[in-house]
Each structure stands twice: as structure tokens, then as C-alpha cells.
């Protein structure tokens, strides 16, 4: 696979993205509009201003810098192996930029926090990405032979995107989203996150708004950070459910039986299902006889027939509609059951437990966008980045509150200009000595990216350092 | 990895059994080479004997043979040609001897080009899964820690209590649960089954019954030679300026590559030209590039891995890096202006001519490339039509472009037994009507999308010639003939550029014939 294109390739997503912004014609939005929608959200001054005042360097700096403690893969007993501090490791973390007009600067890096900090004032990028930790800083990659200049190591990094759900949503399409599609996102968070964390023992996973459409996943625990591509790729395929493309009506196939992270998932997405997707408040699947007619696409001819009849007559709810769907597609199942076993395992129809399944599944389920997560060179936007479309601010979203987040309440930096200048005209003289950041939301959100990511990133940090020099004394003290 | 020492059997353990060699103990991971004098007669006949094995190997991959009529052909062939005996001590130990020998020979003479290297990892990795999948569970379980593979064993309680979970995995282990051994396995070692969902997965590690242990063994062995190899690629140059096996290592290499359409600087005879693209997506293009060019023509755009599947086909074609930029550009500034393509594609059309980045010449992806790659999602058009599109969508394609219901029956057949290639030559043989006797080799076709084109396009230049000339059909090559099916070299052809050696002790100076490669 030649990584070197894959690493260039950035075009996809703004293609299809086109020029629209997020646009919100749901009448069911949890928050209404703030009277700031009509005022700017993104200007070249605003974004200066931002990176002048309110930006997180220092939080950035100490995560990307994790206190120069390179990862370590864990040993039999989980604990990661002992490594040595490398006082240049941020130094060797690929940036990327993208000033104004779209001109795109790969391999920036810096010494430390101070020279992050006057690269991006002076620079002012619209877009920041995070890469990888080369083996050298990266702005030294010609200087050295073909080679030499390789990806070390990176977090593991997942990218959902609403354009990649335009096959099942109803309410929008392309870069278009309301609180109802939102939901996709919301599931897509819930059921990664249990398995990131039962499955895989990962602890430090930060998720983030992407400022438009999506969510980026960033784990950092060391395992993550030490994966292989190929370890990348077995994870974001272990997470892969609904597969295949415009040429494949199915696009998810469950075996049975199911994996016990499927279960786990179902258990979890099944209510949702029945919350957003089949109510006319949601998606509509079941509440509108144009979406209902491709369910029913899926299902045998006599049952399709009989569902249809009936609920051409209306009276039933969407829930009521599922519910029979489900007891005629057992029906059906048990009739089937003498005639299945005849045929050869891959003939056979899939059973009504499977394609009750694989309904709920093609529906809720994550879609990941593998490439982002298999490549360590990879780039993704950066927390606390500005998508220059709508101005907002890409922050972390708290998992454990997923639910109750609305990415139309997030900030702007038109927006937290405006609350910079509210707290100043309320507050006088005194504002002063008080900063920016905590004249504005951006309080609560640095606050969050703390209290839910970087503290225990540095617990973590921490007892790796003890046992590096528990290590040293044991050692030297022994003659 | 884990160090050479702690993965050598132990003297102890190669030397008991009297009458009789463990079967687990035959099998090597070839962590240590070979220090020792061999003829060069012999250093060339076992090398041959083992490329006949790996030769069938992807002879029967590339025929899509599997599961039991794989193992029955894979071992008539190693009986054959490389016997691991277990009969008695004497016999095992020669066995073993011509097994390291061989692998580590053509270790060196494969080291030295990505392709190559690639080839040879993909052969042995497949051979040594083949020898493990042999031992029994029992076996198995002895295996492992004679190579000093440490795997942590789930003791019975903690196994008795994830029953359950254990035993919802596809393809548990259902009847034996109770004998069967679990292992407890770092996830990262146990990639090929968290991505298949084979395993149960709980906290960072991966329950995994012995059974299914084979694939985390294959994976650390095939890590190890994949880095050898590349450790051995730096010796090369130095260990094939020996004039004894030099040429021997040279040759052994070149006869097994099919035509890779590296070259694609536009000094290929096709040499296309934008304006021909049209015409030729309709008459000589295989379906997959059909599809991405009726893609790229509809919406004026094709994501990242559509355009290089189809960008480096049409560089194998011929079509030159001036005339690929105008191409593309043509194409995405029908919805995006001058500007959005130069700062956003214009590299990457450079890129893939080797012109931006690490100036790797990229080669045009062959069939397996694209039936085993990234399989296309939503809004991608790359792949393999006949392996990545479902049984409706295809066969409405097919009528699409005029294929007849006879011959539609017979790809779909052939698609529906999996036989991908099978189902795209049928698809050459539907559309070139006659291309028997038109003499037109059809070498690839069914392997290779460019060589797909190349024979159609030769076949369309030979009817437009030959409509006066005579029919006479000088080779008429059979189509379809996948190498190792007769045609290709046979090994003993290969003719080493020294004399004949006499059998005189090779190693003088440089360490012997069996040159040392440096094991991890």
C-alpha cells in the first residue's frame, strides 16, 4: 500500500462537503437558535484573537509532550514495559497547517509549548493536524535518506462522519446535519467507547467534536499509541459491521453466534433504534410508508405482502409496526426451520434472530472511516481546532454525557469573542487578571478535557516514571 | 521479538524418541541460519525444490483451492519435494537440514526487491500455517513453548467462568470446550482474530483456544522474516558479488514474476492518450476500471483509493504524466475550479508517477491486489466488481454492457464459486469473440487489469490488420493458463551463468555457500 498517497490525501472530505455549512431545519432541536446565528461565527481577525487568547497551549502541550515518555507496549502482566525519557519527544510530533486559500504545510513541529505557541500565532492555520512522532523531527525529513524518517509512534485515531450514514438518514444528506441525524453520532459514541474500554483495556480516550458533521476518538493509552498499521487495521475492523458499498443492497452480515461485543452493542442500540430511527420524530423508518417500503425490501415476499396490507390501513405506531415485523419474520422463521436445514449453511436465509440484527445494526451501528484509523501517519484535525465552515470549535465531547450533547450549542468564535466582550463590559477594570479562557465557555470545555483525559494521562504517566527509576535504583544498588 | 537462543529447541529435545521424531519438533521458524559447507550443486537443487512447493502454493491460492483439496495438494507436493520426516532421528535431521538450507537461500535470493519480498513472505508464511495447522491441539500445546512463545494459560476456573462468552465466538470450540487449552493473549498479538471478531476479547486480552493459536504463531514468524528479509536486502548487492552463487541467487529469483507493468513512463507500446480513454473504457477495459472510468465520467471525481486503482492502471497503459494531469484535471474541474485541483489533487496525480513525496514509482495494482485490498464503501467505486458488488448489482451490470444471458450465466457461476479471475476472463472470452485464432496472447489476462487491456487492445488491432491476412494462429496460447500450469520455466531451466561447479567445498573466505543471513 503506498502510504505516501494515503498520507497526502485530504481532498475527500472537503469534496464532498461542498460549500454548505451546517444547516439546521429539524423542528426538533433541544436548544434553540441563539441569536448569534446570523452574526459572524469564522473571520481571519476572530481566529487571531482565538489564538491569541483562548487556544489551550499549555493543555496541548502536556498531552502531545506526555512529559516525554515515549510508549511503551505492556507486558504480560499489563503493566507497560520500562522506557527511557526522550527530552526532544514533542519535538518529533508531525503538525500540519492549513493556511489561508488552502495552502496545506506538512511536517511542521516544534521545540517545546513556546514555539507551538508563536508558530500558530504567526501562521494563524485554519485547520491544525496532529500526525505522528517521526523518528526525527520532521522538518528534517530530506535531510536524511529514504528511510531513515519513519512514523514511531501515534494515537490510535477514529473518524465518524454523518456523510457516511446518507444511505439510511433521511432528514439530511452530504455536510448537512440536524439534532436529528445528530443521533447517529450519539450511538456511534456510546458503543465505541464501552468497547474501547471492556475490550480492549484502553483508559485514556478522548473524544472530540469534529466542528461539523463527526466525532474523532483519540486513545492514548500506550498500547494504543505502540500499534502497527496492521494492529490499527484489526482494531477499527473489529469495531466494522456495516461494510460494503453502492453495489451491495446488504451491508451487514451477523453470524451466529454473535460475538458477545455485538451483543453488548445490540443491547445498547436496540431502544435507541426504536427511539430515533423508526419514529417519525426520527429518521422515520417506520412512520412513513417510502422508508418503511426499503425495510420491508429485506424481508420475505409473504411476510412483506401481509405487513403492507395491514399497515396501508394505519392505526399502528412505528413500535407497534416493529413488533409485528418481528413476530412475522419468527413465524416465518420457525416454518422455515425444517426446510433450512436441508439446505447447505450458506443457502440458508439468514434466521429472523439474524435479521433483527442486522436491521438494528445497519441502522445504529458505528461506520468508521477505516483509512484514518489503519495508517499511524495518518492526519486528523486537532482538538480545539476551528473548522474555518462554521467557525466552531472542535471540543471534547464527555462520554459518560454524550447524550446531552448538542453540537449547534458549541461555541463559534464569533461567539466567544462576543462573550469575551460581555464579561468585560460586566466586569470593569477587574478582568484584568482574569483570563480569556474563563470569560468564556471555553472554561468548561478545557475544564472537561482535563478532568475527563489529561489528569488520569498523567496518573498513568506518573507510575510509569516510578517504576523507570525504581528500575535505575535497583541496579545501581546492586553490587 | 524474542531472542534466537530462546527459540532453539534445546539440544535435549532434538535428541530423544528413540525410532521416532516428534512431529511438532520437524517444524522450524528459521530463527537461526544454516553455518555449515554445501556443494553448489546442492545449494542449487534444494532451493529449486523448495520454490516448486511455494510455486504451488500460489498456484493453488491463485486457483482459489481451499480447506481440505488445498492440504491434500499442498502435501503431495511437499512429499515430493520436501519431506519433514519423522520416521527416525537420522532422517528427520536430514530433512530439517535441506528445509533450513533451502529457506534460507531463497531468503537471500528473494530479499532483493519489495515485489519479490512480498512474494516470498506471502509463500512461506502460508507453508509454515500449512505445517502447524498439521499438529494436533496436543502438539500444538508443545509447540509453543519450545519456541519460546510465551503464552499465559487460562486456568480452568477463570475459562469455566467466561464459558459462555467463550463459547458465543463463531467456530468455538463447542464440543471440546472442556480439553481445550485457552490462552491469554496480548491483543496486539492476536490482529488476524480481533479483526475477523474470531475471539473473545475482554480487558486488552484475547481468549484464544488452541485451536485458533496458529494464526498468532503464523503472525510472529511472519513478522520475523518480513524483517529479516529487509535486514537481508542490505547485504545483497555485497553477497551476490560472489561469482559461485551470485548468478545462482540472481536467476533463482527473475523467472517468477508475471509482467508488472512497472515501467509506465509512458514509453509503453500501448502509449494511450486522453482523448482514446472513451473508447477504450467501452471496448477494452476490464469491468473493474469500466466501472471507475463511467465513475469518474458521471461525477467528475473519484475518491483517494479510486484514483490510484484507476490512475495506475492508465500509467501501466502508457499514458504519459503530462497527459494523466490533463486527464484528471479535465475531469475534477468540471465541479471544482483550476485552483481547488492544483492544491489539492495535483499532487497526487504527480505522486503516483513518482514524482512528489518518496518518489516511489507506483505500480499499477494486479487482480489480487484489488480483490484482497480495501474493499470499496459507500461513495467508492474502486475494487472488483465481481468480488465486491452482490450477485443483483452485478448481473444488471453485466446486461448494462451487453454481455448475453449464456455467457452472464457462466461469469456469475464462476463469480458464485468464488473464482474471481475466473470470471473476469470469461468476461475477455465473452467480449473478444475469436480471439483464439487472432494469435493474441492473452498471457495475465484474468491477473493483471492492464494485461487485460493490453491483449484486448492488440486483439482489436490484430482484427482491424487481419481482415486481409491469413488466419493462422502461430501459438494460440491457451487462455487463462496461470503460471505453473506448464509454460512458465520449469526450475531446473534456470542455467547459472558459472560452469557447472565441481563439487569442491564452497566455503572459502566468505563464510561458506550457505551464506549467513542475518536472523533477527
Redesign the interface.
Known amino acids: ?2 502510504t ?9 472530505q ?3 462537503a461542498g460549500a454548505s455549512g451546517v444547516e439546521s431545519k429539524a423542528p426538533v432541536r433541544s436548544k434553540g437558535v441563539s441569536a448569534d446565528d446570523d452574526r459572524e461565527a469564522f473571520s481571519p481577525d476572530l481566529l487571531r484573537i482565538y489564538y491569541a487568547r483562548l487556544f489551550p497551549y499549555e493543555q496541548m502541550y502536556r498531552w502531545l509532550g506526555y512529559s516525554n515518555m515515549p510508549a511503551s ?2 507486558d ?1 502482566s ?1 503493566k507497560p514495559q520500562p522506557v527511557d525519557e526522550q527530552a526532544d519527544f514533542f519535538s518529533k510530533r508531525e503538525f500540519s497547517f492549513t493556511i489561508e486559500d ?3 504545510i506538512r511536517y511542521q513541529c516544534f521545540a517545546d509549548q513556546k514555539e507551538f505557541e508563536q508558530q500558530v500565532q504567526r501562521k494563524q492555520p485554519h485547520k491544525i493536524d496532529i500526525g505522528a512522532i517521526f523518528t526525527l523531527p520532521p522538518k528534517n525529513h530530506l535531510a536524511v535518506k ?1 528511510g531513515a524518517f519513519q512514523p514511531v509512534e501515534r494515537e490510535l485515531v477514529f473518524d465518524i462522519d454523518l456523510t ?1 450514514y ?2 439510511v438518514r433521511t432528514c439530511c444528506s452530504g455536510a448537512k446535519i440536524c439534532n436529528r441525524c445528530w443521533s447517529y453520532m450519539t450511538m456511534a459514541v456510546e458503543v465505541m467507547d464501552v468497547g474501547l474500554r ?5 483508559k485514556h480516550i478522548l473524544w472530540v467534536y469534529s466542528g461539523r458533521r463527526g466525532v474523532h476518538c483519540w486513545v492514548a493509552d500506550d ?1 494504543a499509541r ?3 498499521n ?2 490499527r ?3 477499527a ?2 469495531f466494522g459491521v456495516v ?8 451491508k451487514v452480515n451477523v ?1 451466529l ?7 453488548r452493542a445490540y443491547e445498547t442500540l436496540e431502544p435507541l433504534f426504536l427511539e430515533h430511527i423508526i419514529t417519525e420524530e426520527g429518521q422515520g423508518l417506520l412512520s412513513d410508508p417510502s422508508h418503511w417500503g426499503k425495510l420491508l425490501a429485506t424481508v420475505p415476499e409473504d411476510v412483506r405482502q401481509t405487513l403492507e396490507g395491514r399497515w396501508k390501513m394505519g392505526g399502528s405506531s412505528p413500535a407497534d409496526k416493529w413488533e409485528e415485523l418481528v413476530e412475522e419474520m419468527e413465524k416465518k422463521g420457525r416454518k422455515q426451520q425444517q426446510l433450512a436445514k436441508k439446505m447447505k449453511p450458506a443457502d440458508r436465509p439468514p434466521t429472523p434472530e439474524q435479521w433483527r440484527y442486522e436491521v438494528v445494526f445497519e441502522h445504529t451501528y458505528p461506520r468508521l472511516d ?2 484514518v484509523s489503519k495508517g499511524r501517519n495518518h492526519l486528523l484535525k486537532s482538538p480545539f481546532a476551528v473548522h474555518p465552515k462554521t467557525g466552531r470549535v472542535c471540543v471534547p465531547i464527555d462520554p459518560a454525557h454524550v447524550r446531552e450533547f448538542d453540537p449547534f450549542t458549541v461555541p463559534t468564535l464569533g461567539q466567544l469573542q462576543r462573550q469575551i466582550d460581555k464579561y468585560d463590559k460586566e466586569h470593569g477594570e477587574e478582568t484584568k487578571s482574569v483570563s480569556s479562557i474563563n470569560k468564556t465557555e471555553m472554561k468548561k470545555y478545557v475544564q472537561q478535557f482535563e478532568d475527563t483525559f489529561l489528569t488520569g494521562l498523567y496518573k498513568g504517566i506518573r507510575v510509569k516514571k516510578r517504576d523507570r527509576t525504581e528500575r535505575i535504583a535497583a541496579v545501581t544498588t546492586d553490587f | 521479538m524474542i531472542g534466537i537462543a530462546s527459540m532453539r529447541p534445546s539440544a535435549a529435545a532434538l535428541k530423544k524418541d528413540v525410532g521416532g521424531v516428534e512431529r511438532h519438533k520437524a517444524i522450524s521458524m528459521y530463527n537461526e541460519a544454516p553455518f555449515e559447507e554445501i556443494t553448489l550443486d546442492e545449494f542449487e537443487l534444494v532451493a529449486l525444490d523448495r520454490l516448486q512447493v511455494l510455486r504451488k502454493i500460489e498456484d493453488l491460492k491463485a486457483r482459489n483451492v481451499r480447506g481440505d483439496d488445498f492440504r491434500r495438494a499442498l502435501r503431495e507436493s511437499l512429499h515430493k519435494y520436501m519431506k519433514l520426516s519423522t520416521l527416525n532421528e537420522e532422517s528427520a535431521s536430514a530433512d530439517k537440514r535441506k528445509d533450513t538450507i533451502s529457506h534460507f537461500i531463497l531468503r537471500l535470493a528473494y530479499c532483493r526487491s519489495e515485489d519479490l519480498r512480498r512474494w516470498f513472505l506471502t509463500q512461506e508464511t502460508a507453508l509454515f500455517r500449512h505445517r502447524l495447522e498439521e499438529l494436533s491441539p496436543a502438539e500444538m500445546s508443545k509447540f509453543i513453548p519450545e519456541h519460546g512463545l ?1 503464552f ?1 494459560v487460562v486456568t480452568p476456573e477463570r475459562k469455566a467462568a467466561l464459558r459462555s ?1 467463550l ?4 467456530a ?1 470450540p463447542v464440543m471440546e470446550f472442556d480439553r481445550t487449552t485457552y490462552y491469554r493473549i ?3 498479538q492476536a ?2 482474530l ?4 474470531q475471539v ?6 484475547a481468549y484464544v483456544p488452541v485451536q485458533r493459536v496458529v494464526t498468532i504463531v503464523v503472525a510472529r514468524y511472519r513478522m520475523g522474516i518480513s524483517k529479516s528479509l529487509m535486514e537481508a536486502s542490505n547485504h545483497f548487492a555485497y553477497v551476490t558479488s560472489d561469482s559461485r552463487f551470485g548468478p545462482l541467487l540472481q536467476n533463482m529469483s527473475k523467472q517468477y514474476l508475471g509482467r508488472d507493468f512497472g515501467n509506465g513512463d509512458g514509453t509503453d507500446p500501448d502509449n494511450i492518450k486522453p482523448g482514446m480513454l472513451n473508447s477504450l473504457a467501452e471496448r477494452s477495459m476490464p469491468l473493474c476500471m469500466k466501472q471507475l472510468h463511467s465513475a469518474l465520467n458521471r461525477e467528475h ?1 473519484l ?2 483509493w479510486g484514483r ?1 486503482q484507476y490512475g495506475l492502471f492508465l500509467k501501466g497503459a502508457g499514458l504519459s504524466v503530462d497527459d494523466a494531469m490533463a486527464f484528471w484535471q479535465a475531469m475534477f474541474t468540471k465541479i ?1 475550479g483550476l485552483d ?1 485541483f492544483q ?3 495535483a ?2 496525480v504527480r ?2 508517477y513518482g514524482k ?5 514509482n ?1 505500480t499499477p495494482y494486479s487482480c489480487l491486489k484489488i480483490i484482497m ?8 467505486h474502486h ?1 472488483c ?1 465481481y468480488r ?3 450477485e ?3 448481473s444488471s ?1 453485466l446486461s448494462q454492457v451487453r454481455i448475453g444471458a449464456t455467457d452472464k450465466d457462466a461469469i456469475l457461476r464462476q463469480v458464485k464459486s468464488k473464482n474471481y479471475q475466473l470470471a473476469c476472463q470469461r468476461h475477455f472470452e465473452a467480449t473478444h469473440k475469436g480471439y483464439e485464432a487472432s494469435g493474441v496472447s492473452t498471457d495475465g489476462v484474468g491477473n493483471h487489469p492492464n494485461a487485460w487491456m493490453h491483449a484486448s487492445m492488440e486483439f482489436h488491432k490484430e482484427k482491424a490488420a487481419g481482415a486481409s491476412g491469413a488466419q493462422s494462429s502461430p501459438a494460440g496460447k491457451a487462455i487463462g493458463r496461470r503460471p505453473g500450469e506448464g509454460g512458465a520455466p520449469s526450475p531446473a531451466a534456470v542455467v547459472p551463468a558459472t560452469p557447472s561447479p565441481s563439487p569442491s567445498p564452497a566455503g572459502t573466505g566468505k563464510g561458506g555457500a550457505a551464506t549467513r543471513v542475518p536472523a533477527s
Open positions: 500500500m503506498p505516501a498517497a494515503m498520507e497526502v490525501d485530504k481532498g475527500d472537503e469534496m464532498v507496549l505492556p504480560s499489563g488552502d495552502v496545506y529514504p457516511d446518507d444511505d471492556q475490550d480492549f483495556g484502553f498500547a505502540a500499534l502497527t496492521e494492529g487495521g484489526a482494531v475492523d473489529y461494510a460494503g458499498n453502492d453495489n451491495q443492497s446488504k453470524s453466534p454473535i460475538h458477545p461485543s455485538l451483543r477505516v483509512n | 510465551f499465559e462468552k463459547l458465543s465466538i463463531p468455538a496480548p491483543f496486539w490482529s488476524d480481533i479483526g475477523k471478531r473473545y476479547l475482554e480487558g486488552g486480552f471525481k475518491k483517494h490510484l471544482m481547488q492544491k489539492q489533487y499532487y497526487n505522486h503516483m512528489e513525496g518518496k518518489r516511489t507506483y485490498g480495501n474493499p470499496p464503501a459507500a461513495g467508492d475494487g466488481p465486491h458488488y452482490d443483483d448489482h452485478l451490470l
